[in-house]
């Protein structure tokens, strides 16, 4: 990594977190829930060149490795700006090693597999498309006749279904049959069987590190300022120790994000692969048990429609199920080990350790 594109990351994250702090209010996170779209914030972010962070230089991003960028991606968890950023920035960076310049508008990614026929049209079904209803291009993996392309396909040429999800945040169902993409080349060397999937992955990973840091800080001010039984809650033991756990949750899925976005930087597709499964399968229990030590800590209040910790509860339980739940990550690393054998399996643990 280059010391330059650490000064990018930097000044890019507070110019980020400034504009965050402003805009990202409670009045905006329900209009986002109600499918309507920021264009003041996303115009503010363009202007800001975040959404192209991640972007080679060639192609007019700002080159930043995913390990520089880390900061910037949680953010996306710690201050849940409502808009595909996060998306926007992913897509990007794979259209960029693709040689191909990122469409100026909100961009949408599939993680599943489609396929493409002879004639370059791609059919397939997605499970679900975060943001589709407000991105107009979707970038995903075809496959046709033995190779893999990156397919630019438009969402106008997309069966939507909209899907209700526990984040509450625009969703769909994305069904193409026979669409001709607005531009298909040779998907990169570092997708490998799982196409966008193991990115995909890596993004929620990130974001769900960053909202579980944000929700040790709500935690820990509301313990410090909750009077009970004429002193602070967050005198009682019992009450320490849950808000220690929560803070050893947060960090091992900070770690395990963190490892996974340096395997992205490598290159390597298997590398890849692996490290979004050690994130996701982290990340996501990290996000089960500390979603329910935040509820236990604040009661009642956690649970009302006017605080602001159901937004990350919500999003916490929604994003360790997408791009593959913890499970399906478990099962396809436990598949991989056993078809490597016994004899590779130290070999394996220690070849990709941090």
């Known amino acids: 990594m280059s010391r330059?594109?650490?000064?990018?990351?930097?000044?890019?994250?507070?110019?980020?977190?400034?504009?965050?702090?402003k805009t990202v209010t409670r009045e905006a996170l329900v209009a986002a829930e109600h499918n309507v779209f920021d264009a003041a914030l996303w115009n503010e972010?363009?202007?800001?060149?975040?959404?192209?962070?991640?972007?080679?230089?060639?192609?007019?991003?700002?080159?930043?490795?995913?390990?520089?960028?880390?900061?910037?991606?949680?953010?996306?968890?710690?201050?849940?700006?409502?808009?595909p950023l996060g998306e926007t920035m992913l897509a990007a960076w794979v259209l960029g090693?693709?040689?191909?310049?990122?469409?100026?508008?909100?961009?949408?990614?599939?993680?599943?597999?489609?396929?493409?026929?002879?004639?370059?049209?791609?059919?397939?079904?997605?499970?679900?498309?975060?943001?589709?209803?407000?991105?107009?291009?979707?970038?995903?993996?075809?496959?046709?006749a033995g190779a893999r392309q990156l397919v630019l396909l438009s969402t106008l040429?997309?069966?939507?279904?909209?899907?209700?999800?526990?984040?509450?945040?625009?969703?769909?169902?994305?069904?193409?049959?026979?669409?001709?993409?607005?531009?298909?080349?040779?998907?990169?060397?570092v997708l490998g069987e799982t196409g966008l999937l193991a990115p995909l992955a890596v993004l929620r990973a990130l974001q769900l590190a960053g909202s579980l840091s944000q929700v040790l800080a709500l935690c820990i001010d509301y313990a410090n300022t909750r009077s009970q039984f004429g002193k602070t809650i967050g005198k009682f033991q019992a009450i320490q120790h849950q808000i220690a756990e929560l803070?050893?949750?947060?960090?091992?899925?900070?770690?395990?994000?963190?490892?996974?976005?340096?395997?992205?930087?490598?290159?390597?597709?298997?590398?890849?692969?692996?490290?979004?499964?050690?994130?996701?399968?982290?990340?996501?229990?990290?996000?089960?048990?500390?979603?329910?030590?935040?509820?236990?800590?604040?009661?009642?209040?956690?649970?009302?429609?006017?605080?602001?910790?159901?937004?990350?509860?919500?999003?916490?339980w929604q994003w360790r199920d997408e791009a593959g739940s913890d499970g399906w990550w478990a099962e396809r690393l436990g598949r991989q080990a056993l078809a490597a054998g016994a004899a590779a399996l130290w070999t394996g643990i220690t070849a990709s350790a941090p």
């Not at 960090?251 to 692996?274: I, K, W």
């Open 4 to 21: 330059d594109n650490d000064d990018i990351a930097g000044p890019l994250g507070d110019q980020l977190a400034r504009l965050f702090a």
């Open 157 to 189: 040429d997309a069966e939507l279904t909209p899907q209700r999800t526990l984040d509450r945040l625009p969703a769909a169902r994305a069904r193409f049959r026979g669409a001709r993409p607005l531009q298909a080349v040779a998907a990169p060397a």
């Open 247 to 316: 803070a050893e949750l947060s960090a091992a899925a900070q770690v395990a994000a963190g490892y996974a976005a340096r395997q992205l930087d490598g290159g390597d597709a298997a590398a890849a692969e692996r490290g979004a499964a050690v994130a996701k399968i982290r990340a996501a229990a990290s996000a089960t048990r500390g979603a329910a030590i935040a509820h236990q800590v604040f009661g009642a209040i956690g649970t009302t429609d006017e605080h602001l910790l159901h937004y990350h509860t919500r999003r916490l």
């Open 45 to 83: 972010i363009s202007e800001i060149g975040a959404a192209l962070a991640l972007a080679a230089e060639s192609v007019g991003g700002a080159g930043l490795a995913w390990a520089q960028a880390d900061g910037l991606l949680q953010l996306l968890g710690s201050q849940l700006p409502p808009v």
């Open 97 to 144: 090693l693709a040689g191909i310049e990122a469409p100026a508008a909100p961009l949408a990614v599939a993680g599943a597999l489609l396929q493409i026929d002879g004639d370059g049209c791609v059919s397939g079904d997605d499970a679900l498309v975060s943001w589709a209803p407000q991105a107009q291009v979707i970038v995903a993996v075809a496959q046709g």
